[in-house]
Every structure is written in C-alpha cells, then in structure tokens.
C-alpha cells in the first residue's frame, strides 16, 4: 500500500494559473496562421464549392460537377492527368528511394551526401516557367542537349519525339518528382536499425534476404505514402505544364484555366469550378492515403 509519504505532491495552487496563461499563449500564437489559412485557404475553398454546386444565377445543382465527369473533354483530362501522375510518380520513386538509399550509405561527410542533400532541397520546388523554359532551352528542336546528340548521329526529333508532347511532359515532371523523393523517403531509410540487419545476417540472412523480408516491409508505407505525394505534385502541377505544352495536351488544370477564361466554351465558369472541386477530392483522397501510410510507418521509427 502506498504511503502518504510515497504519493506525488500536488502542484502549488500559484502553479495553475500560470500553465493555464501558457496554454493560452500557445492557442493565441496560433491565431495568425489560423487567420492565414482561413483567409487563403478556406476562403478560395468556399468560392470552388459553392460555385461548382450552384448554376451562375446562384441556384443549386449537381449539373456542374456532372459535366465535368461526363462529358468527353474533361475525361480525356482526367486520364492525361492521371495517366502522367501515376507515371512519374512510380518514376521518381523507384529512382529516388536508390539514390536516397546511396546517399544514405555514404559517409556523412561525403561530397556526394552534401551534394544530392542540397540539390534535392533546390530542385525538388523547381518549377514552373523556369523548369519549361529549361528543357526546351535543353531539348527543343534546336536545344543544346539536342544539338549534340545530332552531332553523334542520334536525331531525337527523327523517332518522333517533341519536347512539348506526352513524353517530353512526363520528362520535365521527373526532373522534380525524383528530389522530392529523395527529401520523403530519406527519415524512413534512415529509421532502419542496424541491430536488424545485424540479425538478419547472424540468422544467415543475404543482404537480398534482409530487403526482402525485413526492410522493405517495413518501408512499404512510407515508400507508398512518398508516391501518393508525388503523385499529387504531379497532377497539380499546372504552370510547368501550360509554358512547356502552351495547353495543346489536355490536363485537367489547363482545363479549368480555359473553362474559367472561356477560351473553349463561353459560359462554362462553373464547370471550371466543378472541374476543381474534383481536383480537390482528389487530393484529398492522397493526403488522407499519405496520412494513413505515415501513421503505419510511424511504429518502425525509433522511439
């Protein structure tokens, strides 16, 4: 039986308030972001979903959101999209996870850790008019990279490739998926314990044993979470795609600008928002996937 002596000593009753002033601190200190992202977040959310539900007279209806799934154009955007998404996603991932595992074997004061380390955190968020302007200034008809392949007999323009297609798309979107998959997978590989693979091989274990059966099912979430992440990078993206491709190839965020702009169809700004709402389900659906994954890999880390 515990003894009074052994029994925790209640806080001074001049403690509580105090812990209570700091909790309110900590709850006001979030007040900006909250108002942050009230403001820029919520806000422009609440404009896509009340305009993607109601007609342009303020009228609700569930035509908006049924013609953005039905009708052919904004299908053939939709698998474009999801089509290049899910490409280089499973790209960048596989490429990424062995280059993050290289780096992560290396020593920690290895020029290539520093290196992969610095550039991943540049490349991996660059985007946009600067990345498209690269690659055709690299791999357009009259590009650098194109110019010196010419020179050693290899036309990439003869076999029917074009910067601004599918393929050159897919390409300049690798360009950023494989960094960001290095920044992603890196903590997972590092939370592998040595202790384990030291088991592994005492039990008798080969190296492709202990991937097989000890670390990569213990990566597999994270490895899953890390491609929903990219896949979701990808099928945002929007200023990269529209600068490389001038919107000739149908993507679901080109097809929101033009509905929006009503350079196809007048009329059709709500369809545009509906086309936007879905892009949110959308993203919604990885980052609830992303999350579920993370907390599964959560139980690897180390505590």
């Known amino acids: 039986m515990t003894s009074l002596l052994d029994a925790p000593a209640a806080p001074p009753e001049d403690a509580r308030p105090v812990r209570a002033a700091r909790s309110w601190t900590a709850v006001l200190g979030l007040v900006p972001f909250l108002g942050y992202m009230l403001l820029f977040l919520g806000g422009p959310l609440y404009f896509v979903i009340s305009g993607a539900l109601s007609t342009p007279e303020g009228l609700p209806t569930f035509d908006n959101v049924i013609a953005s799934i039905t009708q052919p154009q904004f299908q053939a955007a939709f698998g474009s999209s999801v089509m290049i998404s899910a490409?280089?996603?499973?790209?960048?991932?596989?490429?990424g996870a062995f280059l993050a595992q290289a780096v992560i074997t290396s020593a920690p004061e290895s020029p290539l850790r520093r290196i992969v380390s610095t550039a991943s955190g540049v490349l991996a968020y660059?985007?946009?008019?600067?990345?498209?302007?690269?690659?055709?200034?690299?791999?357009?008809?009259?590009?650098l990279a194109t110019a010196v392949l010419r020179g050693v007999g290899v036309d990439l323009y003869a076999t029917g490739f074009r910067i601004d297609s599918l393929t050159g798309l897919a390409l300049t979107y690798i360009y950023f998926q494989i960094p960001l998959m290095v920044i992603l997978i890196?903590?997972?590989?590092?939370?592998?314990q040595p202790q384990w693979r030291e088991a592994a091989e005492n039990?008798?274990?080969?190296?492709?044993?202990?991937?097989r059966h000890v670390?990569?099912?213990?990566?597999?979430?994270?490895?899953?979470?890390?491609?929903?992440v990219l896949f979701g990078n990808a099928f945002a993206a929007y200023?990269?795609?529209?600068?490389?491709?001038?919107?000739?190839i149908p993507l679901v965020p080109t097809a929101i600008a033009s509905a929006l702009s009503g350079n196809v169809i007048a009329n059709q700004q709500n369809v545009g928002l509906a086309l936007g709402f879905d892009m949110v389900i959308v993203i919604a659906i990885v980052m609830v996937g992303y999350l579920w994954l993370q907390r599964r890999a959560s139980r690897w880390a180390p505590r």
């Open 239 to 248: 200023a990269t795609a529209l600068a490389l491709t001038s919107g000739s």
């Open 186 to 192: 890196t903590p997972a590989l590092e939370g592998l």
């Open 215 to 228: 670390a990569l099912p213990a990566l597999l979430p994270a490895l899953g979470g890390a491609t929903l």
């Open 126 to 143: 660059f985007g946009g008019v600067p990345l498209a302007f690269a690659f055709i200034a690299a791999l357009g008809q009259t590009g």
């Open 87 to 95: 490409l280089t996603a499973v790209i960048g991932a596989v490429f």
């Open 203 to 211: 039990l008798g274990a080969s190296s492709w044993a202990y991937w």
